[in-house]
């Protein structure tokens, strides 16, 4: 079993920056695949970003593309999410997701095997 741990959430006016961390245990973190995914109030979970279990690929949302960055601390079992330069559409419960399966998890939230309890952002405009 793998426990993730999400921080960072918060209030931030458009144009600001948050991070997201998310803190894994129970398994080994550099076997993992990590992503993040956001879902807003009425609408569908959503693809925001992953990273291989190196760090050394990565992908991103076109919407987030150019504002967020991915990036993980294997000595940490830590992975964050640098958001900047935040919209108001932007607002989410954003989750931090994990495989074990693969070395990249993709954008397809029905690759990852385990979930945060997720880290509520709302941007104001």
């Known amino acids: 079993q793998v426990q993730l741990v999400e921080s960072g959430g918060g209030l931030v006016q458009a144009g600001g920056s948050l991070r997201l961390s998310c803190a894994a245990s129970g398994r080994a973190f550099s076997n993992l695949a990590m992503g993040w995914f956001r879902q807003a109030p009425g609408k569908e979970r959503e693809f925001v970003s992953t990273?291989?279990?190196?760090?050394?690929?990565?992908a991103y949302a076109d919407s987030v593309k150019g504002r967020f960055t991915i990036s993980r601390d294997n000595a940490k079992n830590t992975v964050f999410l640098q958001m900047d330069k935040l919209k108001p559409e932007d607002t989410a419960v954003y989750y931090c997701a994990a495989t074990p399966s693969a070395y990249y998890g993709g954008s397809d939230y029905r690759r990852y095997d385990y979930w945060g309890q997720g880290t509520q952002v709302t941007v104001s405009s």
């Open positions: 990273i291989s279990r190196s760090g050394g690929s990565t």
